[in-house]
């Protein structure tokens, strides 16, 4: 175990590398440009929308709902898409230098010096199958966690000179 542990921060370098690498959609050796891509399309396409949406509430009706959801729909779109999406294509392509390093390739017991009884020979698909599907989870549960947070913070309000209807069932 010791070993592992060994391994995998001597590997991280190399790791950070192939992060880098990973960003650069045409192979040049310009990692920054995924680094800009995520921040051009979360800035302006994420956070600029919601912030208007929260600007415009109450004042403009349709703006702020029309920005509201193309920032919550932008957003949802890499929490459920992009970031997954991106986990599997990165484990996918650097399966040789993170299995057994940093992720471990397989989990069982040495019984004898020959002999390993093997308790996940697939431990490193495991892992990372195991990883999207927390990711998704997570997503989910931030999902449901945000709509619920805006429907008590930003409850609907009438319209000028609506008036609210009884409840109380059949008459």
Do not use: C
């Not at 449901?144 to 409840?167: D, F, N, S």
């Amino acid at each position: 175990m010791l070993e592992w542990f060994g391994e995998m921060f001597s590997t991280l370098p190399e790791v950070f590398r192939a992060v880098y690498e990973f960003g650069d959609p045409q192979d040049e050796g310009r990692g920054w440009v995924g680094a800009l891509i995520t921040v051009l399309w979360i800035g302006p396409l994420g956070i600029l929308p919601l912030y208007l949406a929260k600007l415009f509430y109450g004042k403009r009706e349709w703006v702020s709902a029309t920005m509201g959801i193309m920032g919550a729909s932008s957003l949802l779109w890499w929490l459920h898409g992009v970031i997954p999406h991106g986990w599997i294509q990165f484990t996918d392509s650097q399966a040789d230098l993170l299995s057994g390093t940093v992720i471990p390739a397989t989990a069982g017991i040495d019984v004898t010096d020959d002999y390993r009884l093997d308790i996940a020979s697939n431990l490193y698909g495991v892992i990372t199958e195991g990883i999207v599907g927390a990711l998704m989870i997570g997503g989910i549960v931030v999902t449901v966690w945000a709509a619920l947070r805006m429907q008590r913070h930003l409850p609907k309000t009438l319209a000028p000179g609506e008036t609210k209807p009884e409840a109380g069932g059949y008459k």
